[in-house]
């Protein structure tokens, strides 16, 4: 028998957890499912708001004085097709509170009722909603998220260069979600990844597109792996497990961000699957991802001081 290649604070889920969730036969049960992450009592500290586009997440700062704060808009993953930003309260708690930063996390609509540019545009509306709040400094704020979030967060930043209105301090992406090319790689099909393997990644990407994934005709803003020029990007961070099928497309984007002259910082961790920091939350894997993720947004937000204007809003 093989050694597993899991790290062994992983082994015994790794053992029980599917391969892929999405499956074109079971779409209507997600979205069910994900609806559920959406549902029971909000807790006190978080306040729901508008953007004018939808719903929005906000949580505050326990204790950070007056003034103007960094901010961070936290997309929720799902692959495109379910979830919600109530799954990443406790996540969005922790930023908040150590950043002293105002954390606002949207509702977006999801494929396949809604295909690209839907969920951009809700993305987007919340982030010159989250740019004009009198408690938010405009020159510090970060758009982050994971997987289909961080895929998300990617297209963002690439959308708000071209929009010129506002400048981020930085993009943090969690495993995230960049190339429906990824589908066209065969030798992925039978690796033993979990959560997330090339099948769920297929229906994924087909239903955000709202074309077969790995087309030529894929939009550059919907997929930022295709888009040509990464120059002008936010500084970066990208955290994956080396178990993940998102770990050699990520790797390929933070390489083609440096090269563009954007500043990019990455984290492989060994040993782990897609998800793996929501999954054994406080393994030493977990720890050293998370630190590596707070630390990049502290650089970016809170050591450099709202007496540095790198951003702006129209």
Known sequence: MSASPFDPEYQSAARFLPRGIARSWNLPLLRVLGALT???????DVEIEDTGAGPVRVQRPASSGDGPKPAVLWLHGGGFLMGSPKQD????????????????????RLSPKHAFPAALEDAYAALTWLAKRDDVDASRIAVAGASAGGGLAAQLALHAREQGEIRLAAQILVYPMLDDRTVLRTDLDESGFR????????????????????????????????????????????GVGALDLFCDEDMAYAERLRAAGVPCET??????????????????????????MFAAMKEALVASGSSEANGSIA
Request: aromatic residues 8%.
């Open 267 to 292: 984290i492989v961790v060994d040993g782990v699957f897609h998800g793996f920091d929501g999954i054994v939350a406080d393994s030493a894997a977990t720890k050293r991802f998370r630190e590596s």
């Open 38 to 44: 959406g549902r029971g009592p909000d807790p006190e």
């Open 89 to 108: 309260d406790a996540l969005c708690r922790r930023i908040a509170d150590e950043l002293g930063a105002v954390v606002a996390a949207p509702v977006y």
């Open 195 to 238: 959560l997330w393997d090339n099948r769920s990644n297929r229906v994924g990407w087909s239903a955000y597109l709202g074309h077969e994934a790995g087309a030529a005709a894929a939009s550059e803003i919907a997929v930022p792996a295709r888009n040509e020029d990464l120059r002008g990007l936010p500084s970066t961070w990208i």
